[in-house]
């Protein structure tokens, strides 16, 4: 965790985005009079995905893309760290400092508009909802994050990255949502399979691509 000390304002902006930003935006889907419909439901869940990345693709550039210009990768590959291993360690404080931002952004929206708007009412969400809000939905933006952390390692150009996810992400989440409109009741699967695809991608490029890449 060293190293988000090291980089103060970048750890404090995005702790900003998540009270405020984050919290602002997605009050109305927790604070409503009506009753949430499964529409509602299933444009909920590619919010929140676009959320998680926004926060964790700030951390991939300054852990992958500057630790490469700096020449850090190629030191941890001379001292005998593979590029898997050196990858998997990145990616799991990625995880870890975009999962607790995010959940403290959850924690505070549930808990502080309460105070703040006492003539609100919380909608009505059933434990199901608020096991894929805390942890089931974010399987898939943590496996995007883990293949853009395998791009950022890899390429050099980071606007070729950037435009190629401008490109991707549209087609994702149209993806997404045609996969849950028609298959609505197998969604938790089809996370999983989609989950399961990016890690296992990042694992194969990772294995495939020679060392010189990394350098």
């Given amino acids: 965790m060293y190293f988000y000390l090291k980089y103060p304002f970048n750890t404090f902006t995005s702790f900003l985005f998540t009270l405020v930003v984050l919290s602002s935006m997605i009050f109305p889907f927790f ?45 941890l590959m001379a001292l005998g760290f593979s590029p898997i291993k050196i990858w998997l360690c990145k990616m799991i404080t990625i995880w870890i400092i975009t999962y607790s931002f995010y959940l403290i952004g959850i924690l505070f ?7 703040i708007f006492p003539s609100e009412i919380l909608c009505d969400k059933n434990l199901i909802f608020y096991f894929n809000l805390f942890l089931f939905l974010t399987f898939i933006p943590f496996s995007i994050l883990g293949l ?18 401008i490109l991707f992400f549209p087609f994702l989440i149209f993806l997404l949502f045609i996969f849950k409109k028609f298959f609505f009741f197998y969604s938790f699967l089809i996370r999983i399979i989609f989950t399961i695809f990016f890690l ?16």
């Fill in 31 to 75: 604070y409503s009079n009506s009753k949430p419909r499964v529409s509602d439901f299933a444009f909920e869940e590619d919010f929140f995905i676009i959320i998680i990345l926004m926060l964790g693709v700030n951390f991939l550039i300054k852990q992958f893309h500057e630790e490469k210009k700096k020449r850090n990768i190629e030191l």
């Fill in 109 to 115: 929206l549930l808990i502080i508009p309460k105070f």
């Fill in 148 to 165: 853009v952390g395998v791009l950022y390692l890899i390429f050099e150009d980071i606007r070729a990255i950037n435009i190629l996810i």
């Fill in 200 to 215: 296992s991608l990042s694992f194969i490029i990772l294995k495939l691509v020679p060392k010189e890449r990394y350098l």
